[in-house]
T-cell receptor, first 112, second 112 residues
Framework: GENVEQHPSTLSVQEGDSAVIKCTYSDSASNYFPWYKQELGKRPQLIID?????GEKKDQRIAVTLNKTAKHFSLHITETQPEDSAVYFC???????????FGKGTTLSVSS | KAGVTQTPRYLIKTRGQQVTLSCSPI?????VSWYQQTPGQGLQFLFEYFSETQRNKGNFPGRFSGRQFSNSRSEMNVSTLELGDSALYLCASSLGPRDTQYFGPGTRLTVL
């Protein structure tokens, strides 16, 4: 079945720096890749997603890139701010589209 | 539109008991997925329902079951509770399969 690997598990950056989180997936039929942000005690919130017909998508300081050949996708956050501190999860659908499989998460800490 | 709601928000049970959790999707959403979140295992897929049909089940024992009603509301049940079932149970709704999923606030289950 689908497997999603996420790295790193923790990431500490200074305010204003960029942060990059990488994920690889196993099912070559996967075609939808969302990223969720979960603050302490809150529900996961979708921050950006990408479908396999595009290679990159950007929304203000957040961007996601997808390399279908290598089966990996990445989240890029520029000009990080303390409020970006949270756990970030990547995910991919299994081939049948009946299950969203999540990576183990990355704890991002942004210090001012 | 109101977001995904889950009841109850907190539950304390003892080993051997059973529990039922409820999820009300965003109006118009017909697909509901359930996840178990624990610190060690991250977000693990439990089930996915669409039009009252379970389309997929994750790697969980038969003690975990669920259903979806004609109004798209969903319930999950865990019988013969074990200490290891303590977790945050999240549901997510989407318009349909393979669509963006939006999470509810979760039910925090503690098994003593």
């Amino acid at each position: 079945g689908e497997n999603v690997e996420q790295h790193p598990s923790t990431l500490s950056v200074q305010e204003g720096d960029s942060a990059v989180i990488k994920c690889t997936y196993s099912d070559s039929a996967s075609n939808y890749f969302p990223w969720y942000k979960q603050e302490l005690g809150k529900r996961p919130q979708l921050i950006i997603d990408i479908r396999s017909n595009v290679g990159e998508k950007k929304d203000q300081r957040i961007a996601v890139t997808l390399n279908k050949t290598a089966k990996h996708f990445s989240l890029h956050i520029t000009e990080t701010q303390p409020e970006d501190s949270a756990v970030y999860f990547c995910a991919a659908f299994n081939q049948a589209g009946t299950a969203l499989i999540f990576g183990k998460g990355t704890t991002l800490s942004v210090s001012s | 539109k109101a977001g995904v709601t889950q009841t109850p928000r907190y539950l304390i049970k003892t080993r051997g008991q059973q529990v039922t959790l409820s999820c009300s999707p965003i109006s118009g959403h017909r697909s509901v997925s359930w996840y178990q979140q624990t610190p060690g295992q991250g977000l693990q897929f439990l089930f996915e329902y669409f039009s009252e049909t379970q389309r997929n089940k994750g790697n969980f024992p038969g003690r975990f079951s669920g259903r979806q009603f004609s109004n798209s509301r969903s319930e999950m049940n865990v019988s013969t509770l074990e200490l290891g079932d303590s977790a945050l149970y999240l549901c997510a709704s989407s318009l349909g399969p393979r669509d963006t999923q939006y999470f509810g606030p979760g039910t925090r289950l503690t098994v003593l």
